[in-house]
Nanobody, 120 residues
Framework: QAPLVESGGGLVQPGGSLRLSCVAS????????MSWHRQAPGKERDVVAT????????NYADSVKGRFTISRDNAKNTVYLQMNSLKPEDTAVYYC?????????????WGQGTQVTVSS
């Protein structure tokens, strides 16, 4: 089973909303900081939003502040990205990432990605 599996992508009109989900396998999800990233065709993968393991601290790229919200439910091993007021420039493949530092070793996992297309 893949460690991270995203879902919720699709085609939406400008101004619309989508909620992405990323489900993690395993029993240590609550110890990982989570983040969402996106990659548009021909561009580098950029961070969109980050969230600490406890969910207490969030950070957002300037381009999505006020429109996107990252959250997590540790009981469900799931991290979400609520995307509102979507714009065509939000079109990309969205990936979730889990990272944890333990005894000097970094553990990092990526999902397979989910396509988000914003178009009329």
């Amino acid at each position: 089973q893949a460690p991270l599996v995203e879902s919720g992508g699709g085609l939406v009109q400008p101004g619309g909303s989508l909620r992405l989900s990323c489900v993690a396998s395993g029993r240590t999800f609550s110890t990982y900081a989570m983040s969402w990233h996106r990659q548009a065709p021909g561009k580098e993968r950029d961070v969109v939003a980050t969230l600490t393991s406890t969910g207490g601290v969030t950070n957002y790229a300037d381009s999505v502040k006020g429109r996107f919200t990252i959250s997590r439910d540790n009981a469900k091993n799931t991290v979400y990205l609520q995307m509102n007021s979507l714009k065509p420039e939000d079109t990309a493949v969205y990936y979730c990432r889990a990272v944890r530092l333990l005894s000097g070793v970094t553990f990092e996992y990526w999902g397979q990605g989910t396509q988000v297309t914003v178009s009329s």
